[in-house]
């Protein structure tokens, strides 16, 4: 069975620092590309950023510059490290692992940045 537990959001305010994480077991991790997406109410789910199992990266177009995404394959764990947080970053954010037609989601983690 794969799992994959988020954790780490929390209420912070603007211009602070976050980081998530995300373990994920049942599958064979290092294998698979990995990621990070969030929905706001009302918004589609949007690609935060994403690690291939080559190390190369991938984010939004509106992180840039501010999030990075790691991978410890020894953990199984993907980090988000999120910095000049604004208020327009809140949402659920939805760890994910793909390969191929394999496709997982973790449950999400409420990410709120305000004063």
């Known amino acids: 069975q794969v799992q994959l537990v988020e954790s780490g959001g929390v209420l912070v305010q603007p211009g602070g620092s976050l980081r998530l994480s995300c373990v994920v077991s049942g599958i064979s991790f290092r294998f698979y590309t990995v990621g990070w997406h969030r929905q706001a109410p009302e918004n589609q789910r949007e690609l935060v950023a994403s690690i291939t199992n080559v190390m190369s990266t991938n984010y939004g177009d509106s992180v840039k510059d501010r999030f990075t995404i790691s991978r410890d394959n020894t953990k199984n764990t993907v980090t988000l490290q999120m910095n000049n947080l604004k208020p327009e970053d809140t949402a659920v954010y939805y760890c994910?692992?793909?390969?191929?037609?394999?496709?997982?989601w973790g449950q999400g983690t409420q990410v709120t940045v305000s004063s």
């Open positions: 994910n692992v793909r390969q191929g037609s394999m496709n997982y």
